[in-house]
């Protein structure tokens, strides 16, 4: 018999409010190799064991295939309100890969890239012309910095789209910037702490359009977040956003808590969905629930935040809300024959 370590993970959530969304992700991971649906998205992907690999850098080759929602050009907004008229499905094939090196004292560097064939097609009340197939190719430079409890991260490069027809040639540049603090906990009592979270991301970009400008809005994983603002509601070449949880946690055996209010303030411009005015200051006020419960065959998890935003414009009959929520597996592992 050939031992094997397998790892699975199953979650369920999804987007509530004015536009609502699911989100299906099922993954299994063995050594070097995983495999992941992501709703409409199959994703295998290789991690090699080296000598490049491990203490001294690590390496990875990506094959996504999406099918409907690349983009969320699905579901697109503006002024307040879903503009189904622009709406489309979007799909794609493509490949990513990148290396990085780890230089000592939590400083790395490295680079990534992808290449994505996109195509698109109309859903039933798209009143705009549908774009022709586009081959996006996104090299990037990366480095950063980890250490415990602040980590930064940079990345940024060329985007080059080579559209057919009208679309032709297309060629832009991006660089961000994400950072994030989590101070160790500091005991109150048995089991009870306090580990507030401060997120903040930053991006610039030019020559961008609405397929690759940042995703901003809802509560989700993908996005820049914003609560009350629906799933990327806002899709913007520049952007400053911070996110603040001052967080109370409760850890005990099996079962882990944390839960507190939540302060998003971003800020945006050249916008090309969202808003006509093509730029916006908004501030998303929300509360957030997580919890963890290790069982013997592995680990249960659930999270769910809700809120809303005293900023955002809303046209008449427009939920001005949203809710985010998520449950989830993990296993610790197998074996195969």
């Known amino acids: 018999m050939e031992k094997a370590l397998w790892i699975w993970m199953v979650t369920v959530g999804g987007d509530l409010g004015a536009d609502g969304h699911g989100d299906l992700n099922v993954s299994a991971e063995s050594g070097a190799w995983s495999a992941a649906l992501q709703?409409?998205?199959?994703?295998?992907?290789?991690?090699?064991?080296?000598?490049?690999?491990?203490?001294?850098?690590?390496?990875?080759?990506?094959?996504?295939?999406?099918?409907?929602?690349?983009?969320?050009?699905?579901?697109?907004?503006?002024?307040?309100?879903?503009?189904?008229?622009?709406?489309?499905?979007?799909?794609?094939?493509?490949?990513?890969?990148?290396?990085?090196?780890?230089?000592?004292?939590?400083?790395?560097?490295?680079?990534?890239?992808?290449?994505?064939?996109?195509?698109?097609?109309?859903?039933?009340?798209?009143?705009?012309?549908?774009?022709?197939?586009?081959?996006?190719?996104?090299?990037?430079?990366v480095a950063g910095w980890w250490s415990y409890p602040a980590e930064v991260r940079l990345w940024g490069g060329p985007e080059i789209g080579l559209g057919s027809g009208a679309e032709g040639?297309?060629?832009?540049?991006?660089?961000?910037?994400?950072?994030?603090?989590?101070?160790?906990?500091?005991?109150?009592?048995?089991?009870?702490?306090?580990?507030?979270?401060?997120?903040?991301?930053?991006?610039?970009?030019?020559?961008?359009?609405?397929?690759?400008?940042?995703?901003?809005?809802?509560?989700?994983?993908?996005?820049?977040?914003?609560?009350?603002?629906?799933?990327?509601?806002?899709?913007?070449?520049?952007?400053?956003?911070?996110?603040?949880?001052?967080?109370?946690v409760f850890s005990t055996i099996p079962l882990s808590l944390r839960a507190g209010p939540v302060v998003d303030l971003v800020a945006f411009r050249g916008a090309t969905s969202g808003t006509s005015a093509g730029s916006g200051q908004e501030v998303g006020l929300s509360g957030r629930v997580e919890a963890e419960w290790r069982a013997e065959g592995g680990v249960w998890s659930g999270e769910v935040e809700a809120g809303g935003s005293p900023t955002l414009a809303r046209q008449e009959g427009v939920a001005g809300w949203s809710v985010w929520f998520r449950l989830g597996w993990r296993s610790r592992g197998g074996e195969r024959r």
């Open 39 to 141: 709703t409409d998205t199959l994703d295998l992907r290789w991690r090699p064991a080296g000598p490049q690999d491990g203490e001294r850098g690590r390496s990875w080759l990506g094959l996504r295939v999406a099918g409907f929602a690349a983009q969320m050009l699905i579901t697109p907004w503006m002024d307040g309100a879903p503009d189904p008229a622009r709406a489309m499905n979007a799909g794609y094939v493509g490949l990513d890969g990148g290396g990085l090196r780890y230089a000592g004292g939590g400083v790395y560097g490295g680079l990534q890239g992808s290449a994505r064939q996109y195509f698109f097609y109309p859903q039933a009340q798209t009143a705009v012309e549908v774009p022709g197939p586009r081959l996006q190719i996104s090299p990037e430079a």
């Open 169 to 248: 040639a297309r060629v832009g540049g991006r660089a961000q910037a994400q950072a994030r603090w989590e101070p160790g906990l500091r005991r109150l009592d048995a089991g009870l702490g306090f580990l507030p979270l401060l997120s903040v991301h930053a991006g610039i970009g030019a020559g961008l359009d609405d397929l690759i400008n940042t995703r901003i809005g809802g509560m989700n994983p993908y996005v820049v977040p914003l609560a009350g603002a629906a799933w990327a509601e806002f899709h913007a070449s520049d952007d400053v956003a911070a996110r603040l949880t001052p967080r109370l």
